[in-house]
């Protein structure tokens, strides 16, 4: 495949910059991809391990000469590292981000981006529980929405040109407003996160209080619920303060609906809860149907169908 971008700058080291960096080289999209973590020990790991083609000690050092940069930091640290590097990008650079929140990061980063350099938000939907500069690999985003969410004004041609990049690394691109990215994130991705690592802390509370065994026995259903809890704390501290009325909105909106299914199960409301049931099998059976479900191979049609079907 051909170059799309002589060099490429990643900021922060971990399971999304590692996964590009993987996939670029393999597809030869970058002449040159070039990577800075903050900690010397991911640094270390990433020479160790050949992860980019050169580690750098500052984030200014990597971003000086880039022609994209991108900034694969938890959300939170976001400007800060747009503010470091501002003074060195290149005139006509790309700077682009890869975090789960879009408005705020719009927020903290435009500010600090100099004349002359396109700034082209993003968020690849792809991931996993898994973090750090060993937990990447070049097929992550095969297959996967990568959401671009440029702000007013953006430049179309470098908007492609990241388009171009993001394709060839197998993902499918789409455009949207940030504020809408964040409100259909705070559904798909943010509120059922804080569920899970609700639902296991749940478990091993009563765990402690009743010494019975419910993580050691728990079924498959929890099971991904505890995966999913796994998943970075930095990270997501961040994602829910920095997506906080988006996600504050769906979780009351979650409550009630919960509330009033407590209260079916308490009335013996046998119908109410089969109907609900009914309505949220079908949402599933329509995401297969669809062919959007790339995210679990094993969850195929024949595990939806249930005999009634
Ligand atoms: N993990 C996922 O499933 C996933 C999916 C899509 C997008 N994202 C987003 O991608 C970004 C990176 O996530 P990841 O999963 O690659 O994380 P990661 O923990 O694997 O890597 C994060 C990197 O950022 C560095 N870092 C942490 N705090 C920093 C700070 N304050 N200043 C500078 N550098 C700092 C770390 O040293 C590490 O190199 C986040 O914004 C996240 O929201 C994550
Ligand atoms: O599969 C997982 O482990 C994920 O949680 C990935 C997931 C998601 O919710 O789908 C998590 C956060 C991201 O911003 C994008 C993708």
Do not use: C
């Amino acid at each position: 495949m051909a170059v799309v971008y002589d060099r490429v700058a990643l900021i922060g080291l971990g399971l999304i910059a590692g996964s590009m960096s993987l996939a670029m080289r393999e597809a030869g999209l970058a002449r040159e991809v070039v990577g800075y973590a903050r900690s010397a020990e991911t640094r270390d790991t990433a020479r160790e391990i050949g992860l980019v083609d050169r580690v750098t000690g500052t984030a200014a050092e990597a971003a000086e000469g880039a022609d994209l940069v991108v900034l694969a930091v938890p959300v939170g640290a976001m400007g800060a590292v747009a503010a470091e590097i501002a003074p060195v990008l290149k005139r006509g650079a790309t700077v682009t981000d890869v975090g789960s929140v879009k408005r705020a990061v719009v927020e903290a980063v435009a500010p600090h981006i100099p004349e002359g350099v396109h700034f082209i938000p993003g968020h690849p939907l792809a991931g996993t529980e898994h973090s750090g500069p060993r937990s990447g690999f070049a097929s992550l985003f095969r297959n996967r929405w990568w959401l671009l969410t440029p702000v007013e004004g953006s430049d179309p041609e470098a908007v492609a040109r990241l388009a171009g990049l993001i394709r060839a690394m197998g993902a499918n691109v789409e455009e949207m407003d940030a504020a809408h990215h964040d409100l259909v994130l705070a559904v798909t991705s943010h509120t059922p996160h804080l569920i899970a690592y609700t639902m296991v802390g749940v478990a091993d509370h009563l765990k402690r209080v009743t010494e019975s065994e419910v993580i050691k026995y728990s079924a498959a259903g929890f099971r991904d619920f505890t995966r999913i809890a796994a998943s970075d704390p930095t990270m997501w501290r961040d994602v829910f303060l920095q997506n906080k009325d988006a996600v504050l909105d769906i979780l009351g909106r979650f409550t009630e609906e919960l509330f009033v299914l407590q209260r079916a199960i308490r009335m013996g409301d046998g119908q109410h809860l089969h109907d609900y049931f009914t309505r949220t099998r079908a949402i599933r059976r329509g995401i297969i149907e669809a062919g959007q479900d790339t995210s679990a191979p094993d969850f195929g049609r024949s595990q939806v169908s249930g005999k009634d079907a």
